[in-house]
T-cell receptor, first 114, second 117 residues
Framework: AQSVSQHNHHVILSEAASLELGCNYS??????LFWYVQYPGQHLQLLLK??????LVKGIKGFEAEFIKSKFSFNLRKPSVQWSDTAEYFC????????????FGAGTRLFVKA | EAGVAQSPRYKIIEKRQSVAFWCNPI?????LYWYQQILGQGPKLLIQ????????DSQLPKDRFSAERLKGVDSTLKIQPAKLEDSAVYLC???????????????FGNGTRLTVT
Protein backbone atom coordinates (compact mmCIF):
# COMPACT_ATOMS: atom_id res chain seq x y z
CA ALA A 1 0.00 0.00 0.00
CA GLN A 2 1.15 3.51 -0.73
CA SER A 3 2.08 5.46 2.38
CA VAL A 4 4.20 8.26 3.76
CA SER A 5 5.77 8.16 7.20
CA GLN A 6 7.08 11.20 9.04
CA HIS A 7 9.26 10.30 11.97
CA ASN A 8 8.55 13.13 14.37
CA HIS A 9 5.18 14.59 15.19
CA HIS A 10 6.55 17.47 17.25
CA VAL A 11 9.95 19.16 17.14
CA ILE A 12 11.09 22.04 19.32
CA LEU A 13 14.28 23.92 18.42
CA SER A 14 15.99 27.12 19.40
CA GLU A 15 16.74 29.75 16.79
CA ALA A 16 19.91 29.03 14.77
CA ALA A 17 19.69 25.30 15.44
CA SER A 18 19.86 22.94 12.50
CA LEU A 19 16.75 21.12 11.35
CA GLU A 20 16.21 17.73 9.80
CA LEU A 21 12.73 16.26 9.42
CA GLY A 22 12.52 12.66 8.36
CA CYS A 23 10.23 11.31 5.65
CA ASN A 24 10.01 7.78 4.29
CA TYR A 25 7.59 6.58 1.68
CA SER A 26 6.24 3.34 0.34
CA UNK A 27 5.29 3.74 -3.29
CA UNK A 28 6.02 1.64 -6.34
CA UNK A 29 7.21 3.00 -9.63
CA UNK A 30 8.42 6.47 -10.46
CA UNK A 31 7.74 8.96 -7.70
CA UNK A 32 7.46 12.69 -7.31
CA LEU A 33 8.18 14.03 -3.84
CA PHE A 34 7.04 17.19 -2.11
CA TRP A 35 7.27 19.07 1.13
CA TYR A 36 4.38 21.36 1.96
CA VAL A 37 4.28 23.83 4.84
CA GLN A 38 1.41 25.34 6.77
CA TYR A 39 2.23 28.47 8.76
CA PRO A 40 -0.12 29.37 11.62
CA GLY A 41 -3.39 30.68 10.24
CA GLN A 42 -2.39 30.13 6.64
CA HIS A 43 -3.13 27.55 3.99
CA LEU A 44 -0.89 24.69 2.95
CA GLN A 45 1.73 25.76 0.44
CA LEU A 46 4.51 24.11 -1.50
CA LEU A 47 7.97 24.32 0.05
CA LEU A 48 9.89 22.26 -2.49
CA LYS A 49 9.53 19.37 -4.90
CA UNK A 50 11.59 16.62 -6.53
CA UNK A 51 10.74 15.12 -9.89
CA UNK A 52 14.04 13.97 -11.36
CA UNK A 53 17.71 14.89 -11.72
CA UNK A 54 19.80 16.19 -8.84
CA UNK A 55 18.53 14.43 -5.71
CA LEU A 56 19.33 17.49 -3.60
CA VAL A 57 16.60 20.04 -4.17
CA LYS A 58 16.38 23.53 -2.82
CA GLY A 59 13.20 25.30 -1.89
CA ILE A 60 12.07 28.59 -0.50
CA LYS A 61 13.39 30.18 2.68
CA GLY A 62 16.65 28.21 2.74
CA PHE A 63 15.09 24.76 2.95
CA GLU A 64 16.47 21.79 1.06
CA ALA A 65 15.64 18.12 0.81
CA GLU A 66 17.57 15.08 -0.33
CA PHE A 67 16.02 12.17 -2.18
CA ILE A 68 17.75 8.89 -1.33
CA LYS A 69 16.14 6.27 -3.54
CA SER A 70 17.77 3.29 -1.82
CA LYS A 71 16.32 4.38 1.50
CA PHE A 72 12.95 5.55 0.16
CA SER A 73 13.59 8.80 2.00
CA PHE A 74 13.13 12.49 1.33
CA ASN A 75 14.35 14.31 4.43
CA LEU A 76 13.93 18.05 4.83
CA ARG A 77 16.81 20.15 6.14
CA LYS A 78 17.67 23.70 7.06
CA PRO A 79 21.05 24.67 8.52
CA SER A 80 19.76 27.43 10.78
CA VAL A 81 16.11 27.83 11.69
CA GLN A 82 14.35 31.07 12.50
CA TRP A 83 11.37 31.80 14.71
CA SER A 84 9.35 32.39 11.53
CA ASP A 85 9.86 28.74 10.53
CA THR A 86 7.38 27.71 13.21
CA ALA A 87 4.82 25.76 11.19
CA GLU A 88 3.56 22.30 10.35
CA TYR A 89 5.47 20.44 7.64
CA PHE A 90 3.99 17.72 5.47
CA CYS A 91 5.85 15.28 3.25
CA UNK A 92 3.88 14.09 0.22
CA UNK A 93 4.37 11.73 -2.70
CA UNK A 94 2.65 10.86 -5.92
CA UNK A 95 3.60 8.67 -8.81
CA UNK A 96 2.61 6.93 -11.99
CA UNK A 97 1.46 3.72 -10.30
CA UNK A 98 -1.05 5.58 -8.16
CA UNK A 99 -2.56 7.70 -10.88
CA UNK A 100 -0.56 10.60 -9.51
CA UNK A 101 -2.79 10.73 -6.45
CA UNK A 102 -0.89 12.78 -3.87
CA UNK A 103 -0.53 11.05 -0.49
CA PHE A 104 0.48 13.03 2.59
CA GLY A 105 2.28 12.10 5.76
CA ALA A 106 0.81 12.93 9.16
CA GLY A 107 2.86 16.10 9.47
CA THR A 108 5.51 17.42 11.84
CA ARG A 109 4.80 20.43 14.01
CA LEU A 110 7.92 22.54 14.38
CA PHE A 111 8.16 25.16 17.11
CA VAL A 112 11.17 27.45 17.07
CA LYS A 113 11.96 29.27 20.30
CA ALA A 114 13.17 32.82 19.91
CA GLU B 1 -3.35 35.55 -8.79
CA ALA B 2 -6.30 34.92 -6.55
CA GLY B 3 -6.01 31.77 -4.48
CA VAL B 4 -8.39 28.89 -3.94
CA ALA B 5 -11.53 30.17 -2.22
CA GLN B 6 -13.49 28.06 0.21
CA SER B 7 -16.58 28.73 2.29
CA PRO B 8 -17.65 28.61 4.98
CA ARG B 9 -14.52 28.77 7.18
CA TYR B 10 -16.24 27.12 10.11
CA LYS B 11 -19.35 25.00 10.50
CA ILE B 12 -20.88 23.36 13.55
CA ILE B 13 -23.72 20.89 13.06
CA GLU B 14 -25.36 18.09 14.96
CA LYS B 15 -24.98 14.49 13.89
CA ARG B 16 -27.43 13.34 11.26
CA GLN B 17 -27.68 16.86 9.84
CA SER B 18 -26.44 17.73 6.38
CA VAL B 19 -23.76 20.21 5.38
CA ALA B 20 -22.26 21.54 2.17
CA PHE B 21 -18.92 23.11 1.40
CA TRP B 22 -18.06 25.25 -1.58
CA CYS B 23 -14.78 25.69 -3.46
CA ASN B 24 -13.72 28.02 -6.23
CA PRO B 25 -10.32 26.99 -7.66
CA ILE B 26 -7.68 29.20 -9.17
CA UNK B 27 -8.80 30.39 -12.58
CA UNK B 28 -7.63 28.05 -15.32
CA UNK B 29 -6.84 25.14 -13.02
CA UNK B 30 -8.25 22.00 -14.58
CA UNK B 31 -7.85 19.67 -11.63
CA LEU B 32 -9.69 20.05 -8.34
CA TYR B 33 -9.28 17.98 -5.21
CA TRP B 34 -11.16 17.60 -1.94
CA TYR B 35 -9.11 16.43 1.02
CA GLN B 36 -10.20 15.56 4.56
CA GLN B 37 -7.76 16.37 7.36
CA ILE B 38 -8.59 14.89 10.73
CA LEU B 39 -6.80 16.40 13.71
CA GLY B 40 -3.28 15.01 14.03
CA GLN B 41 -3.30 13.43 10.57
CA GLY B 42 -2.23 14.49 7.13
CA PRO B 43 -4.73 15.37 4.41
CA LYS B 44 -6.52 12.38 2.89
CA LEU B 45 -7.81 12.60 -0.67
CA LEU B 46 -11.57 12.19 -0.94
CA ILE B 47 -12.15 12.98 -4.60
CA GLN B 48 -10.27 14.33 -7.59
CA UNK B 49 -11.86 16.03 -10.60
CA UNK B 50 -10.30 16.69 -13.97
CA UNK B 51 -12.44 19.47 -15.43
CA UNK B 52 -15.95 18.23 -14.59
CA UNK B 53 -15.16 14.51 -14.61
CA UNK B 54 -14.30 12.38 -11.60
CA UNK B 55 -10.78 10.91 -11.78
CA UNK B 56 -10.60 9.25 -8.36
CA ASP B 57 -13.24 8.89 -5.67
CA SER B 58 -12.03 5.61 -4.20
CA GLN B 59 -11.81 7.01 -0.67
CA LEU B 60 -15.06 8.95 -0.72
CA PRO B 61 -17.67 7.41 1.63
CA LYS B 62 -20.32 7.42 -1.03
CA ASP B 63 -23.15 6.43 1.30
CA ARG B 64 -22.99 9.87 2.89
CA PHE B 65 -20.58 12.05 0.90
CA SER B 66 -21.18 13.47 -2.54
CA ALA B 67 -19.35 15.99 -4.66
CA GLU B 68 -19.87 17.69 -7.95
CA ARG B 69 -18.05 20.10 -10.17
CA LEU B 70 -20.54 21.56 -12.56
CA LYS B 71 -19.11 23.31 -15.63
CA GLY B 72 -15.60 22.32 -14.57
CA VAL B 73 -15.07 25.29 -12.27
CA ASP B 74 -16.68 25.56 -8.82
CA SER B 75 -17.23 22.47 -6.72
CA THR B 76 -19.40 21.50 -3.78
CA LEU B 77 -18.87 18.72 -1.27
CA LYS B 78 -21.88 17.51 0.70
CA ILE B 79 -22.23 15.28 3.73
CA GLN B 80 -25.65 13.82 4.48
CA PRO B 81 -26.13 12.65 7.18
CA ALA B 82 -23.09 13.71 9.17
CA LYS B 83 -21.45 11.51 11.79
CA LEU B 84 -19.26 12.49 14.71
CA GLU B 85 -16.19 11.07 12.94
CA ASP B 86 -16.69 13.52 10.07
CA SER B 87 -15.32 16.30 12.29
CA ALA B 88 -12.28 17.50 10.37
CA VAL B 89 -10.94 20.25 8.15
CA TYR B 90 -12.07 19.88 4.56
CA LEU B 91 -9.49 21.21 2.16
CA CYS B 92 -9.99 22.08 -1.45
CA UNK B 93 -6.98 22.22 -3.75
CA UNK B 94 -6.46 22.84 -7.42
CA UNK B 95 -3.64 22.32 -9.88
CA UNK B 96 -2.97 23.71 -13.32
CA UNK B 97 -3.16 20.53 -15.32
CA UNK B 98 -2.95 17.54 -13.02
CA UNK B 99 -2.73 13.83 -13.69
CA UNK B 100 0.58 13.33 -15.44
CA UNK B 101 1.84 16.88 -15.41
CA UNK B 102 4.64 16.90 -12.89
CA UNK B 103 5.11 20.66 -12.73
CA UNK B 104 1.71 21.13 -11.21
CA UNK B 105 1.81 21.33 -7.44
CA UNK B 106 -1.35 21.59 -5.40
CA UNK B 107 -2.66 25.01 -4.40
CA PHE B 108 -4.77 24.79 -1.27
CA GLY B 109 -7.58 26.90 0.11
CA ASN B 110 -7.85 27.78 3.79
CA GLY B 111 -10.23 24.91 4.43
CA THR B 112 -13.55 24.51 6.23
CA ARG B 113 -13.37 23.34 9.82
CA LEU B 114 -16.37 21.09 10.48
CA THR B 115 -17.43 20.13 13.99
CA VAL B 116 -20.13 17.52 14.36
CA THR B 117 -21.70 17.36 17.83
Amino acid sequence: AQSVSQHNHHVILSEAASLELGCNYSYGGTVNLFWYVQYPGQHLQLLLKYFSGDPLVKGIKGFEAEFIKSKFSFNLRKPSVQWSDTAEYFCAVNGNTGGFKTIFGAGTRLFVKA
Amino acid sequence: EAGVAQSPRYKIIEKRQSVAFWCNPISGHATLYWYQQILGQGPKLLIQFQNNGVVDDSQLPKDRFSAERLKGVDSTLKIQPAKLEDSAVYLCASSLVGLRDRDSPLHFGNGTRLTVT
